[in-house]
Structures are given as structure tokens and as C-alpha cells.
């Protein structure tokens, strides 16, 4: 797995003569908002980076809010991802075996609103005052945040404002306004070490951003309208910046292993395991520790299955895969990390359970899709 995504990681050299022109739209959100997205940038002046003590920690998020369908006068096409990155994207997934032509990431579009009848919201602005809950997304290790766009703008439409959070020199590339790219300092092969580090960079970025953007703690923790999720390592940086953090009312991984002192720890808040096939609680024994200590204090958690998926059908590959038809150039070993549901699916699913799982967490509803089995999503297993 390491290896995989550090090969993805490195940069290489990829001649092809034919460049994509047109525009690859992903699906829209479906849900009953539209969504607006817009790009900012934070500056951490208390704290050196700690992957590069040069400078301090800057990061880049990617803000998904939802709007009412009265409010969004027009819906385009937004590119998927700034060009410095797409050209990165191109050499490093041709890298991988995949043959891309240059231009292949450029031409990727979300379908999101770009006409909303109401003012940006600040980068700064006090989002406790924000009529809907905010979730804060981490991403998978040396993955950037833009690889979990549609999922991100799926769960938006259901009613909450989603940061994506790009981890500097932990994801492949980061892209700064003025064109910079700050590549990956992870190490090439993937120590325990390293780990543990960057998810400690994650948990500092996480409560950094809450503290930002959240001036007024006690207000927006009384409110509870804050939880984060995760996918791989971020899924455990979720877990640990709830336990060292009380304003995070809930939590979602997604298919990552527990890191640090929350396995043994559990949380007192409402969490949710979901894992890849064959990633449950019988055979990863920090999510069954995790497990286990919650369910003795009686707090709620509930662990789920997504049938035929693997440990990248959590990201957006899935349905990148599908808009460009590129199911079948995949090389063997990269297509099963991706997994054989189909991608319009997967951010379907995706977003159904991870808002119901916060419409109960966070906007007191009853627990819905989180009740037990679905006929509507029979793909989704309930794990005792
Ligand atoms: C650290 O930051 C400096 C200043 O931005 C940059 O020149 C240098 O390449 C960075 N080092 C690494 C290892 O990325
Ligand atoms: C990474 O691990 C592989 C396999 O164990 C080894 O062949 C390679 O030399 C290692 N690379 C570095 C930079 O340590
Ligand atoms: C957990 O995954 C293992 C490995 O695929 C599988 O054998 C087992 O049945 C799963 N456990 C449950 C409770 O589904």
C-alpha cells in the first residue's frame, strides 16, 4: 500500500502526442443544496512547519457549502483540480502504468454552482454563525484533498459546509495561489515513524483550523456543529483530534487504521468505522480495541462494510476511472485497489451514510440509513 502510494508520488517523464481538449464532467451532486466551492489558504503563524522548519505551516483547503436551489442562479464547470497539478497528476499516474495523455487531469470539471445570489463567505469568517454543521475532511496519506472532491461535494448537498484539508508535504503535491507546488517530504518508504508523525501534523492542522475559523469556542462547541472525517490515515487523524478535542461532536473513518492513544482511549462522542472488504474489527485489532472499549461504556458505534470495494474506492478514483473510461487500461494491481463498484455509485453511497451518520450526530435527527441494513443500499454491511 505504502509503496503504491508513493509511487504515485514520484514525478515522471510521460510522452504521448494526442492531448485531451474537451471537458470530462463529473456527475453533480445530487443532493437537495446546491454547492459553491471556493480555494483558500491558511496561515499557521505559530507554528514552524514541522516537515520544513524554513517557514511556517501554510495549508490549502478546498470549502464546500451548500446553497438553497434559490440561491444559485447557474451551475458550470469547475475545474477539478489548478493546472500546476494536473500536469503533476498526468506524469504520476502515467507513472503508475496508466497511459494518460497530457491534459487528461486539466480536462476533469466538477458540476457545482458558479453564480450563488449571496457574497463569498470570508475565508475567515466565523463559521459557528453558519446556518448548516461543518465537517472537516482529511485525506488518505500522500493524497492530496482534491481526490475526494466529489464525495466531498456529494455530502455538501445534504446540508453541510465540507473542508477538505490539503496536509502539506504529506500529500503528493500542493498547489499555492501563486502557482507553487510543495511536493510530498515523506520518506520513501513508509516508516512507523512517519506515521506517527503525520498524524500528529494532521491533529495539530485540524484543531489549528478549528481555532481559526472558529473563534468563539464554547459557542460553536455548545451549538455541536462541528465533526470531522477521514479517509486512511486521515480517518485516524479524525479519531485523535476528537480525543484531544472537544469540540469535534463526531466522527467518521473511513477504512484507516487506528493511530495513537484513541484506540485504547475510545471516545465519549459518536464515531463510525467503515472499512473496505475485509477491514473490520476481526482482523484490524486497533479498531476492535476502539470498538469494544466504546461499546463498554455504552458510548454509540457502529461499524459498516462496503461489499466489492478496496482501499482506494473511499477516494474519488471510482469515479474518475469511470468518466474516463479508463477501466479497462488500468494495470491489475491498481484497478483492485479501486474496487469493482461502479464510481457514480460509490459517491452516492458515500454520501448518504456519511450525512445521515451526521444528521444524527450533529443535527439531532433520528439515526436513519444508520439503523440497520438498507434494501435501497445493499452493498452496505452492518458488522457487529
Ligand atoms: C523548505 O522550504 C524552502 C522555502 O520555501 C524550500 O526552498 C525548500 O525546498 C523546502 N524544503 C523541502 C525539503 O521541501
Ligand atoms: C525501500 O524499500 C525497498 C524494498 O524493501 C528497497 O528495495 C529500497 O531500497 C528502499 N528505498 C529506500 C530509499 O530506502
Ligand atoms: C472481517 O473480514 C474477514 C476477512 O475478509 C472476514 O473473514 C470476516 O468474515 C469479516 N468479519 C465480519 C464480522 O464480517
Not at 48 to 66: E, G, Q, V
Amino acid at each position: 500500500m505504502s509503496r503504491l502510494l508513493i509511487s504515485i508520488i514520484s514525478i515522471g517523464s510521460l510522452f504521448c502526442p494526442t492531448l485531451i481538449n474537451a471537458s470530462v464532467l463529473l456527475p453533480p451532486p445530487t443532493g437537495p443544496f446546491s454547492v459553491s466551492l471556493d480555494t483558500f489558504e491558511l496561515i499557521d503563524t505559530s507554528r514552524p512547519d514541522p516537515w520544513n522548519s524554513t517557514h511556517t505551516r501554510r495549508l490549502i483547503l478546498s470549502r464546500f457549502d451548500p446553497l438553497s436551489p434559490h440561491q444559485c442562479r447557474r451551475t458550470c464547470p469547475i475545474p477539478y483540480m489548478p493546472p500546476g497539478t494536473a500536469t503533476f497528476q498526468d506524469a504520476a499516474y502515467g507513472d503508475l502504468g496508466i497511459p494518460i495523455p497530457p491534459g487528461t487531469f486539466g480536462s476533469l470539471h466538477l458540476q457545482l454552482c458558479c453564480d450563488a445570489k449571496k457574497p463569498k463567505p470570508h475565508p475567515h469568517a466565523d463559521w459557528s454563525r453558519s446556518s448548516h454543521p461543518v465537517l472537516l475532511f482529511s485525506p488518505g496519506m500522500g493524497f492530496s484533498r482534491l481526490f475526494y472532491s466529489a464525495t466531498a461535494s456529494q455530502v455538501a448537498s445534504q446540508g453541510y459546509t465540507v473542508l477538505t484539508i490539503d496536509h502539506t508535504y504529506d500529500a503528493d503535491v500542493v498547489e499555492f495561489p501563486d502557482g507553487t507546488l510543495v511536493t510530498s517530504a515523506l520518506p520513501v518508504n513508509i516508516t512507523e515513524e512517519a506515521v506517527q508523525k503525520a498524524a500528529a501534523v494532521r491533529v495539530a492542522d485540524v484543531l489549528f483550523i478549528l481555532d481559526t475559523l472558529s473563534p468563539h469556542r464554547s459557542h460553536a462547541a455548545k451549538k455541536g456543529k462541528v465533526g470531522v472525517f477521514g479517509h486512511s490515515l486521515g480517518g485516524a487523524a479524525a479519531a485523535a483530534a476528537m480525543h484531544v478535542d472537544k469540540r469535534i461532536r463526531a466522527g467518521v473513518n473511513l477504512d484507516g487504521q487506528m493511530v495513537g492513544d484513541v484506540a485504547t482511549a475510545g471516545l465519549e462522542r459518536p464515531f463510525l468505522l467503515w472499512g473496505a472488504g475485509g477491514h473490520n474489527s476481526s482482523t484490524d485489532a486497533t479498531w476492535a480495541s476502539f470498538k469494544g472499549v466504546m461499546e463498554r461504556r455504552g458510548e454509540w458505534v457502529k461499524e459498516l462494510e462496503l461489499v466489492d470495494s478496496a482501499h482506494l474506492t473511499f477516494t474519488d478514483l471510482p469515479v474518475l476511472r469511470d468518466v474516463f473510461g479508463f477501466a479497462d487500461l488500468l494495470p491489475p494491481q491498481f484497478g483492485a485497489l479501486i474496487g469493482s463498484l461502479k464510481g457514480e455509485r460509490v459517491v452516492q453511497i458515500l454520501g448518504a451514510y456519511v450525512a445521515a451518520f451526521f444528521d444524527f450526530a450533529l443535527k439531532g435527527k433520528r439515526e436513519g440509513l444508520l439503523a440497520g441494513p438498507s434494501g435501497a443500499y445493499p452493498e452496505v454491511l452492518f458488522i457487529d
